[in-house]
């Protein structure tokens, strides 16, 4: 498969700390890009990461990627109650017909507790 | 307002029976795809288009069938659904070729076959 492996599953933390989440993927990648999902609505992009950039912010969020071990962390700073969601990485990958279609995780079921 | 909208958002019907989801999206992208979500499966590609009258297969295509005649509209067409097709739906488009750039989503439909 070539989906990507989040880690954890679940995470629960306090309004205030920080929460990491991490992906593992398996082959070359062109980019990789982290969404997020409230309950059972659609995802939202939050960053993108090219493949020869090795870390990028924006606003709250920091996002690592290290293509030699083939992982990308998303670290939420001074997570807020609003941040509850599941996040999902997915990874870019070019097709034989020129198409760069994402590969979705399982995801990270991300909880704070106000 | 730049959106991708789905119909219908819910949808219960019986084994056999015809359906087509529409989704539209009226940013002029021209890349669209259909994803189902599964608990622990993640998002799975179904199918994707990078153009009109352009379609390729994704990771899950068995038993769906989508057209892109009208660059905005991506149907995605289930000719005979069986209740392993129970699941959440999710249209999405992007500009160009898919992963090259961010995705946006619709709203999703909630689909149980009976």
Redesign the interface.
Same mark, same amino acid.
């Given at each position: 498969s070539q989906q990507g492996e989040e880690d954890p599953q679940a995470l629960s933390i306090q309004e205030g700390e920080n929460a990491t989440m991490n992906c593992s993927y398996k082959t070359s990648i062109n980019n990789l890009q982290w969404y997020r999902q409230n309950s059972g609505r659609g995802l939202v992009h939050l960053i993108l990461i090219r493949s020869n950039e090795r870390e990028k912010h924006s606003g709250r969020l920091r996002v690592t990627l290290d293509t030699s071990k083939k992982s990308s962390s998303l670290l939420i700073t001074a997570s807020r109650a609003a941040d509850t969601a599941s996040y999902f990485c997915a990874t870019a990958i070019s097709d034989q017909t020129g198409a760069n279609n994402l590969f979705f995780g399982t995801g990270t079921r991300l909880t704070v507790i106000p | 307002e730049a959106q991708?909208t789905q119909n219908p958002r819910y949808l219960i019907t019986v084994t056999g029976k015809k359906l087509t989801v529409t989704c539209s999206q009226n940013m002029n992208h021209e890349?669209m795809?259909w994803?189902r979500q599964d608990p622990?499966?993640?998002?799975? %590609?179904i199918y994707?288009s990078?153009n009109v009258e352009v379609t390729?297969k /994704?990771?899950v295509p068995e038993g769906y069938k989508v057209s892109r005649k009208e660059k905005r509209n991506f149907p995605l067409i289930l000719e005979s659904p069986s209740p392993n097709q129970t699941s959440?739906y $999710?249209c999405?488009s992007s500009l160009y070729?898919?992963?090259?750039?961010? %995705?946006? $989503? /619709?709203? /999703?439909t909630?689909l149980t076959v009976l």
């Amino acid at each position: 498969s070539q989906q990507g492996e989040e880690d954890p599953q679940a995470l629960s933390i306090q309004e205030g700390e920080n929460a990491t989440m991490n992906c593992s993927y398996k082959t070359s990648i062109n980019n990789l890009q982290w969404y997020r999902q409230n309950s059972g609505r659609g995802l939202v992009h939050l960053i993108l990461i090219r493949s020869n950039e090795r870390e990028k912010h924006s606003g709250r969020l920091r996002v690592t990627l290290d293509t030699s071990k083939k992982s990308s962390s998303l670290l939420i700073t001074a997570s807020r109650a609003a941040d509850t969601a599941s996040y999902f990485c997915a990874t870019a990958i070019s097709d034989q017909t020129g198409a760069n279609n994402l590969f979705f995780g399982t995801g990270t079921r991300l909880t704070v507790i106000p | 307002e730049a959106q991708v909208t789905q119909n219908p958002r819910y949808l219960i019907t019986v084994t056999g029976k015809k359906l087509t989801v529409t989704c539209s999206q009226n940013m002029n992208h021209e890349y669209m795809s259909w994803y189902r979500q599964d608990p622990g499966l993640g998002l799975r %590609q179904i199918y994707y288009s990078m153009n009109v009258e352009v379609t390729d297969k /994704g990771d899950v295509p068995e038993g769906y069938k989508v057209s892109r005649k009208e660059k905005r509209n991506f149907p995605l067409i289930l000719e005979s659904p069986s209740p392993n097709q129970t699941s959440l739906y $999710f249209c999405a488009s992007s500009l160009y070729r898919g992963g090259s750039d961010t %995705q946006y $989503f /619709g709203p /999703g439909t909630r689909l149980t076959v009976l």
